[in-house]
């Protein structure tokens, strides 16, 4: 399967049409149709469905799969074109995924020194849960992850920070638990609930809530805490959530509690083991070494 074909076959995705894609880039209407064929001849699938007028197509099921799957290869073969023409001046793209932490506070302090020495370098910063960050950089579409636990990390090196991430309550500003300095799971006790979408962290919630709990009372899961939150404002529930984006919002909507009894959740920098890094992503990955002023990158506090 050749990497030419490939962005023949996204271009024609994009465009809806062979002829407008046969365009864009730059060569004739019966080379694109034949370069198609022989790529569906090739991975033994219809990929196309084409309509009868102006050569418009739309992707079939097996379309849909491989446009998703060449996008991704096409990503890592640029990216790897761009590493391989860095010069002697450090330059490079740094892909960094993270949820709503308290650990992406360190974050700021991390790039500001490190831009002090290599300029020319640039981040991406992918917000999404720790289950898609870590599936990002199995793939190799994330450089570094902060991540939370609980979590597998046996295929990435990785610093353990010694900054938590408490969990607590979101509930309006007014709410009558407000008045109260933590929350128990008997003060939630029947009400509607919001939790995490990840099943091993609302499992953990599900024994702090003990056997009074219901999971009829589970209204929503939602993967950030920011989404969650926007349902608490219209009354929905009670979000149980990560501290880490609070001190960012508007506390004359929204009001937290800590639980009682606390539960705290490690969160970690990862980066994948055993894959050669780029060269601004290996200095990187020295820089946050440096930061917690250690050698070793397994297992250290920061």
Known sequence: MEIRVLRYFLTVAREGGINKAAEVLHITQPTLSRQLAGLEDEVGAK???????SRGVT???EGMLLRRRAEEIL????RTQRELAEQDELEGRILIGCGELAAVQLLPEMISAFRET????TYDIFTATADVVKEQMEQGLVDIGILMEPIEIEKFDFVRLKRQERWVVLMGPDDPLTQKNA???ADLQ???LILPARANVRN??????????SQSQVL????LATNSALLVQAGLGYSIVIEGAIPFWDRAKIASRPLSPAIASDSVFAWKRSQPLTPAVARFVEQIKCFAGITSPKKISI
Do not use: C, I, M, Q
Request: no cysteine; glycine share 8%; net charge neutral.
């Open 47 to 53: 990929l196309f469905d084409r309509g009868s007028r």
């Open 59 to 61: 992707l079939t099921s």
């Open 75 to 78: 990503s890592l073969v640029d």
């Open 118 to 121: 290599y300029p020319r370098v």
């Open 183 to 185: 929350v128990s799971a």
């Open 190 to 192: 029947g009400k509607p």
């Open 204 to 213: 953990e919630l599900y024994n702090w809530l003990g056997d009074t709990f």
């Open 220 to 223: 929503f899961t939602s993967n």
